[in-house]
């Protein structure tokens, strides 16, 4: 394939290696640019390779033929070329942006050294090198405070106790994964932190971290109290990497602004997963952005008629303890609005809960925490979005046999 024709994409994580696969099995192969110096892996699965309960070679994906380790650090669209760190240029027909996201660092007094690196003890969660560097931190005993509470920092702070840290969680907002899951279900998941020792503060916001020749040694909250700490782990979101992409001028608002056909601004350059943004969305979830790595492929290896209309997208975590494990799964509206139908059922012993919400008689959202098993006929009948079967009570969508 000529660098005329060729197509190259940025970025080797889940969006970038699932689009350079498929076009490849479709005869179009594709040059993946990716700066990691690990094998592309599976991000999804950082935590459990935190917890100790994956090594970093059980998450590595499926390798394309054509990959190349470089940094691109800028975007010729005139001449159709990259430019790299290491001085070479890679020449594009069609250029995929799958650059993803960077971890929102917070703006913390001393949180960075007067050279803008983050002090000794102090942790982003975002790539496979931050989480071996965290593993190597880590020791019985330590005392570790994870800032989030969301999806991510949930995750972090179960991995952490279960390498036998002690653990506190502070979040900022009233509950923990308030963007995903009902109050009910955001209080199971605090029961079961618990249980594994986290200490866990909500409507708690830290505002200082404290070092001691480089080292943190503390963080401040903003009543004042002080919370000791030999390790601090930032987990308060993402943001996409959009940087290319505004230095060559593209459409840039949340995301990479992108149609149907996953095009951005420059109908030579097209942008998958975290970073790009389509009809408003920035979803930063793994099913969306494989979704649409698949759709781009089939319209890049020939399919005029391959589109992608949009994702409607399951939240779902499981947290591994000492016990059995703990299973959640989130997906559409999980709050009713005047006049929805909601049905609960709920398990204070076995810790297990289930709920859904319906609105003229469709699935509209649901929350299920514990026993996953209507979770597959739940999501298909949400995602389908038809009227659901009359003659039986709403009861029925939350029993695994389709209930009495």
Same mark, same amino acid.
């Given at each position: 394939?000529?660098?005329?024709?060729?197509?190259?994409?940025?970025?080797?994580?889940?969006?970038?290696?699932?689009?350079?696969?498929?076009?490849?099995?479709?005869?179009?192969?594709?040059?993946?640019?990716?700066?990691?110096?690990?094998?592309?892996?599976?991000?999804?699965?950082?935590?459990?390779?935190?917890?100790?309960?994956?090594?970093?070679?059980?998450? +590595?994906?499926?390798?394309?033929?054509?990959?190349? %380790?470089?940094?691109?650090?800028?975007?010729?669209?005139?001449?159709?070329?990259?430019?790299?760190?290491?001085?070479?240029?890679?020449?594009?027909?069609?250029?995929?942006?799958?650059?993803?996201?960077?971890?929102?660092?917070?703006?913390?007094?001393?949180?960075?050294?007067?050279?803008?690196?983050?002090?000794?003890?102090?942790?982003?969660?975002?790539?496979?090198?931050?989480?071996?560097?965290?593993?190597?931190?880590?020791?019985?005993?330590? %005392?570790?405070?994870?800032?989030?509470?969301?999806?991510?920092?949930?995750?972090?702070?179960?991995?952490?106790?279960?390498?036998?840290?002690?653990?506190?969680?502070?979040?900022? &907002?009233?509950?923990?994964?308030?963007?995903?899951?009902?109050?009910?279900?955001?209080?199971?998941?605090?029961?079961?932190?618990?249980?594994?020792?986290?200490?866990?503060?909500?409507?708690?916001?830290?505002?200082?971290?404290?070092? @001691?020749?480089?080292?943190?040694?503390?963080?401040?909250?903003?009543?004042?109290?002080?919370?000791? &700490?030999?390790? @601090?782990?930032?987990?308060?979101? @993402?943001?996409?990497?959009?940087?290319?992409?505004?230095?060559?001028?593209?459409?840039?608002?949340?995301?990479?602004?992108?149609?149907?056909?996953?095009?951005?601004?420059?109908?030579?350059?097209?942008?998958?997963?975290?970073?790009?943004?389509?009809?408003?969305?920035?979803?930063?979830? &793994?099913?969306?952005?494989?979704?649409?790595?698949?759709?781009?492929? +089939?319209?890049?290896?020939?399919?005029?008629?391959?589109?992608?209309?949009?994702?409607?997208?399951?939240?779902?975590?499981?947290?591994?303890?000492?016990? &059995?494990?703990?299973?959640?799964?989130?997906?559409?509206?999980?709050?009713?609005?005047?006049?929805?139908?909601?049905?609960?059922?709920?398990?204070?012993?076995?810790?297990?809960?289930?709920?859904? @919400?319906?609105?003229?008689?469709?699935?509209?959202?649901?929350?299920?925490?514990?026993?996953?098993?209507?979770?597959?006929?739940? +999501?298909?009948?949400?995602?389908?979005?038809?009227?659901?079967?009359?003659?039986?009570?709403?009861?029925?969508?939350?029993?695994?046999?389709?209930?009495?």
């Amino acid at each position: 394939m000529t660098s005329n024709t060729r197509v190259v994409v940025i970025g080797a994580g889940l969006a970038g290696v699932r689009l350079a696969r498929r076009l490849g099995e479709l005869g179009t192969p594709a040059l993946l640019v990716g700066e990691e110096e690990h094998r592309p892996y599976n991000r999804v699965l950082l935590a459990e390779v935190l917890a100790g309960r994956y090594g970093p070679e059980v998450i +590595a994906l499926p390798a394309p033929g054509g990959l190349v %380790r470089t940094r691109v650090t800028g975007i010729d669209r005139a001449a159709r070329r990259l430019r790299c760190a290491d001085g070479s240029l890679i020449s594009y027909g069609t250029l995929v942006l799958a650059t993803g996201s960077n971890p929102v660092l917070p703006p913390l007094r001393g949180l960075f050294t007067p050279d803008r690196r983050l002090p000794e003890g102090v942790h982003a969660f975002r790539t496979l090198d931050d989480c071996l560097g965290l593993s190597r931190a880590v020791r019985l005993g330590a %005392r570790a405070v994870v800032v989030g509470g969301g999806l991510l920092g949930v995750s972090a702070a179960r991995a952490l106790a279960v390498r036998g840290a002690q653990v506190v969680l502070a979040q900022q &907002a009233e509950r923990l994964m308030e963007r995903q899951l009902d109050p009910n279900a955001s209080r199971l998941v605090l029961r079961h932190l618990r249980d594994l020792g986290v200490e866990v503060h909500t409507e708690c916001r830290v505002r200082d971290v404290r070092c @001691v020749a480089g080292a943190v040694r503390s963080v401040e909250l903003a009543d004042g109290y002080a919370l000791d &700490a030999d390790l @601090v782990v930032l987990a308060c979101g @993402v943001r996409p990497r959009t940087g290319l992409a505004e230095q060559a001028g593209l459409a840039v608002r949340k995301g990479v602004v992108v149609d149907d056909e996953l095009r951005t601004s420059d109908p030579r350059i097209h942008a998958v997963g975290d970073c790009a943004q389509h009809d408003g969305t920035v979803y930063g979830l &793994a099913a969306p952005a494989l979704e649409q790595a698949e759709a781009l492929a +089939a319209l890049l290896a020939g399919d005029p008629a391959a589109r992608y209309t949009g994702t409607r997208s399951l939240t779902r975590l499981t947290l591994t303890g000492p016990d &059995a494990p703990f299973d959640l799964a989130a997906f559409g509206e999980t709050e009713p609005l005047p006049g929805d139908d909601v049905v609960q059922l709920a398990d204070a012993t076995r810790g297990t809960y289930r709920k859904v @919400v319906v609105r003229d008689d469709r699935l509209v959202g649901g929350v299920l925490v514990g026993e996953l098993g209507t979770v597959g006929a739940l +999501a298909r009948a949400w995602e389908g979005a038809e009227p659901l079967p009359g003659g039986g009570p709403l009861l029925h969508l939350l029993t695994n046999d389709g209930g009495s």
